[in-house]
């Protein structure tokens, strides 16, 4: 199958809107952070404007949304619908914020956004869980692209608290840090179950093997890719700063953390489309 690009950076922009916005939830539910939570919702908004024009760039053309609308049972339904639930709900909790309405009005706001933002998450790997591509027809999709949405939406995060380290408690910082490196290892975790699914899978084919991953034609940008960009080099940033008990973010630091999980979000994506090129033999 050819690599669907338009869904590509239409899954990862939304994903890592989603987690930017996470991380602005839980600050405003925790009552830290203050001063990073307009650019961080703002920051969130903006990658989810940028996935929607993706998404669009797939449609061909903006008024095939309309064919959507008519089946919001479907598995594009349901997503195009939690889309437009949490990027309303970003919304409004950025006017709630910039009027000053009460901390309460806010966390409900953000709370609910939060849930809308994991199920979208969610929702953007499991629409692939399909019988007839034995490569995707697994739930560990829906888990990657939640743990791809929070690495990339915490990194993005990281450019503010570089830019505003002076207005962050120590704690919180090292906190974020820590969370980042809890997700880096849940999506090592989830990719390591994959790759041992798939040297499991029914429907053997040597398309739809690992060795095709470790030393065939995908081993560039899986090796590359996926576990040096995407994987090794931001959890080594994140283990060396957990370590050092670093305070503050660099601009450096958010710089190739935020290019090395961008890369890898880009190379999952992509090799996952490269695995599914056989359909189920049966069918």
């Known amino acids: ?3 669907q690009w338009p869904l590509v950076f239409f899954t990862l922009f939304t994903g890592m809107g989603v987690g930017a916005f996470s991380c602005v939830a839980i600050t405003e539910w925790l ?3 203050e001063s990073i939570r307009m650019p ?5 908004l903006a990658f989810m404007a940028v996935g929607g024009v993706a998404s669009v760039f797939h449609l061909s053309h ?3 949304t309309y064919n959507i609308l008519k089946h919001l049972a479907t598995g594009v339904g349901k997503e195009m619908l939690l889309i437009g639930l949490t990027g309303f709900l970003i919304l409004a909790y950025c006017i709630l914020l910039s009027m000053g309405f009460s901390d309460q009005a806010r966390k409900i706001v953000a709370a609910i956004g939060l849930v809308s933002g994991v199920v979208l998450a969610f929702e953007m790997g499991a629409i ?3 019988p007839a591509r034995p490569a995707w027809n697994t739930w560990f999709w829906p888990f990657i692209y939640a743990a791809s949405a929070a ?3 915490l990194f993005a995060m990281y450019f503010w608290a570089a830019a505003l380290k002076g207005h962050m408690e120590e704690a919180v910082v090292l906190s974020m840090n820590r969370a980042t490196l809890i997700a880096l290892i849940i999506q090592a975790a989830t990719i390591l179950a994959y790759m041992i699914f798939l040297g499991g899978a029914p429907y053997a084919d040597p398309l739809r093997k690992p060795a095709r991953l470790l030393t065939g034609d995908s081993a560039v940008p899986f090796w590359g890719g996926v576990v040096l960009a995407g994987l090794v080099i931001p959890l080594g940033l994140t283990v060396w700063l957990q370590a050092e008990q670093t305070a503050h973010f660099s601009l450096s630091i958010a710089v190739v953390g935020f290019i090395g999980v961008l890369v890898g979000g880009i190379s999952i994506r992509a090799l996952m489309y490269h695995l599914g090129t056989e359909i189920d033999p049966i069918l």
């Open 1 to 3: 199958m050819h690599i």
């Open 151 to 153: 690495v990339t939406g």
């Open 62 to 64: 903006p008024f095939r």
């Open 128 to 130: 692939y869980v399909l």
């Open 31 to 33: 009552g830290i952070a």
């Open 40 to 44: 961080g919702a703002i920051t969130a």
